[in-house]
């Protein structure tokens, strides 16, 4: 998710708009089942782009 956040401000995206807010959904439940999240997450508030 870093590496597909990363290119898409270089404007250079790996994936489509689409295809990042699925895996962000599904990271945000991973997490929530986890009950953890990594401090570079992409889901903390302020990190996710779309």
């Known amino acids: 998710m870093n ?4 290119a898409y401000e270089a ?5 489509s708009d ?3 807010d699925i895996l962000f959904s599904d ?3 991973l997490e929530s089942w986890l ?3 990594m401090k570079n997450s ?5 990190n996710h782009l779309i």
């Open 27 to 29: 990271l945000q439940t």
């Open 11 to 15: 404007h250079t995206p790996l994936v």
């Open 18 to 20: 689409e295809v990042y």
């Open 42 to 46: 992409p889901t903390k508030e302020g």
């Open 35 to 37: 009950g953890l999240r």
């Open 3 to 6: 590496r597909c956040r990363a």
